[in-house]
Structure formats: structure tokens, C-alpha cells
């Protein structure tokens, strides 16, 4: 059975972030459906790459994704924290025991701030530390129980999708994928 991500994008949202992870899950099968939270599709990202969303908000809202991502980018995580129809919609997928991704910036400024999680633990940017409760020092971490992935920044792009991966679609999937990205020894743990 196919699985199905959902990667949101903002203006100002990290471009190496949101491309790795869409580029990762693609490669291992998962369809990717990239949507903005705004009306308008052209996002410009933190460093001024542009990318065109597929979709809208409105358009996903009621979909259900076995995942949803949230790349990070300071001024991107401003503009998901202050978007009520996106912190309803991880609410939804929480509440539907699905996947809430979210990597840099983001688990900070937008799942904490809002405590959708108040028992995850969690890792982001390093100078957010201050600012989650139940912080891990970890590149990318899996908190199984309340089903949510964070990851620390643009470097652990790779590691945070390979995670996502490795969650939806098991080890072998995630080892099948690093394996093609000819990734150097100690990068991820699939070799």
C-alpha cells in the first residue's frame, strides 16, 4: 500500500530541508504531495530558491497523510506558527495516529509553542534547546510514542528523511535509499 507525505511549505521556509526530504521520499516510493499555507502556490524560500507547491492548504485540509512535514527556516516556521488551518491540520494527524515531521527551527517555533506535544521529546536547531521542554541532543530523533520525527537542521536533512523512511516503510526501505546516495561512512545509520 502506497504511503502518502505531505510537506507544507511557507515563504522563508529552509529550501534544503523541504527538496531533501521530497526528493528522499520520492526515491523510496512514498507519494509526495507539496502544499503551501497560503492561497499563492510560488513559494520563495530562505534563500531565495523558488518553489511551486502543487497544492494549497485549503486543498489538503481534509486529506489524511500518513505524514506530515514541516521544513524549517526561522522566518518559514514564523509564518507555520502563525497559521491557525496548518496547526489544526497537525492536530488532525495527530489525532488520527499519523506522523507529525518536523526539522530546524520548526519543532521550536511552531509544535512547542503551540505544546501539540506536551510529552514528546524532541530535537531542532541547536539554539532553540533553551526552548523545548524534553530536548535530545540527537541528529534526528523518533519519539514512537506520540508518533512524532524531529531533526536539528539543513545538515540533517538526509538523516531526518531516512528516518521518515525508515518509519513508514521500514530499515530495509531506509537502507535501500541511503545505499543509492552514496552517503560517507558515519552520515546515517543504514550501512
Not at 521550536?108 to 534547546?129: C, D, E, I, R, W
Request: aromatic share 6%.
Amino acid at each position: 500500500m502506497t504511503k502518502h507525505a505531505l510537506v507544507f511549505l511557507s515563504n522563508g521556509c529552509e529550501e534544503t530541508e523541504a527538496v531533501t526530504a521530497m526528493d528522499l521520499l520520492t526515491r523510496a516510493g512514498v507519494k509526495v504531495t507539496i502544499a503551501s499555507i497560503s492561497d499563492c502556490r510560488e513559494i520563495e524560500c530562505s534563500r531565495g530558491v523558488t518553489i511551486l507547491a502543487q497544492k494549497t492548504l485549503s486543498q489538503v485540509k481534509n486529506i489524511d497523510y500518513d505524514v506530515v512535514i514541516l521544513p524549517g527556516g526561522v522566518k518559514g516556521a514564523e509564518n507555520f506558527r502563525e497559521c491557525s488551518a496548518l496547526i489544526d491540520k497537525l492536530k488532525q494527524t495527530h489525532q488520527k495516529g499519523n506522523i507529525v515531521a518536523a526539522i530546524c527551527a520548526s519543532p521550536a517555533m511552531v509544535l512547542q509553542y503551540h505544546n501539540l506535544f506536551p510529552q514528546a521529546y524532541m530535537t531542532g536547531y541547536p539554539s532553540t534547546k533553551g526552548t523545548i521542554k524534553l530536548w535530545k541532543d540527537d541528529r534526528v530523533y523518533f519519539d514512537e510514542k506520540n508518533k512524532i520525527i524531529t531533526s536539528q537542521g539543513p545538515a540533517t536533512s538526509m538523516d531526518f528523511a531516512l528516518k521518515i523512511i525508515e518509519v513508514l516503510l521500514g530499515r530495509a526501505k531506509a537502507a535501500e535509499v541511503a545505499q543509492q546516495l552514496i552517503l560517507p561512512t558515519g552520515i546515517d545509520c543504514y550501512q
